[in-house]
């Protein structure tokens, strides 16, 4: 299996544009949770879905950020306009939620999406 | 909510010494524990997990944990590190009742000098 994919890898931008954030899970999870990455705040939650549908998006920072997942094979991650405190990586994960399947309760990770918001 | 306090930032040690980073999570209920590692440019990547069980829980690399209820704790160890166990390592974890939304903790960077 290929993992997770993410894109781009690194992202460098001004502030005010749009950044579109790209997500492929593992063929066959059912869960996908967007994570950013900072120094001053380790890793947080941004939100997740569970069979494409938005469960739990308390983590969003702001109305600037806003996840989709159309179908069970992609997802994005929006931020606009963007500023330089968004400036972090981005990390996708996906799993197999539990009930369904062979389940371990692990998450799969991305190798994220390095943004930087000049 | 469930926080998780992992007590050291930064640990620094030379090979062949023992490790041991501290995790302790509050929350009420049963939890589903982890510990992720992060080497250096990449992703996490899973080191062990508690589900149930014999509280003490091997590992990848050499690594166990132990799982002490009573002081919600689930700490890291590993008898002799090598260089390339630096990295940053991340303890989580999610109620078992919560599908697998893990909350991590705020990591601790550890440094083995060769």
């Known amino acids: 299996d290929a993992g997770v994919i993410q894109s781009p890898r690194h992202e460098v931008t001004e502030m005010g544009q749009e950044v579109t954030l790209r997500c492929k899970p593992i063929?066959?999870?059912?869960?996908l949770f967007w994570y950013r990455q900072t120094m001053m705040r380790g890793l947080e939650l941004l939100i997740y879905?569970?069979?494409?549908?938005?469960?739990?998006d308390s983590g969003m920072p702001e109305d600037r950020f806003s996840a989709k997942m159309p179908n069970a094979s992609f997802s994005t991650l929006k931020i606009q306009p963007s500023e330089p405190r968004d400036s972090a990586v981005y990390f996708c994960?996906?799993?197999?939620?539990?009930?369904?399947?062979?389940?371990?309760?692990?998450?799969?990770f991305g190798e994220g999406s390095r943004l930087t918001v000049l | 909510a469930q926080s998780v306090s992992q007590h050291n930032h930064h640990v620094i040690l030379s090979e062949a010494a023992s490790l041991e980073l501290g995790c302790n999570y509050s929350?009420?209920?049963?939890?589903?524990l982890f510990w992720y590692v992060q080497y250096p440019g990449q992703h996490l990547q899973l080191l062990l997990k508690?589900?149930?069980?014999?509280?003490l829980v091997k590992g990848i690399k050499g690594f166990e944990a132990e799982f002490i209820k009573s002081k919600f704790s689930f700490n890291l160890r590993k008898p002799s590190v090598q260089w390339s166990d630096t990295a940053e390592y991340f303890c989580?974890?999610?109620?078992?009742?919560?599908?697998?939304?893990?909350?991590f903790g705020g990591g601790t960077r550890v440094l083995v000098k060769p």
């Open positions: 994960a996906s799993s197999l939620a539990r009930g369904q399947g062979t389940n371990t309760g692990e998450l799969f």
């Open positions: 929350y009420g209920g049963t939890v589903n």
């Open positions: 879905f569970n069979n494409n549908v938005p469960i739990d």
């Open positions: 063929s066959g999870h059912n869960s």
């Open positions: 989580a974890v999610t109620p078992k009742a919560a599908g697998n939304k893990l909350t």
């Open positions: 508690y589900f149930s069980g014999d509280p």
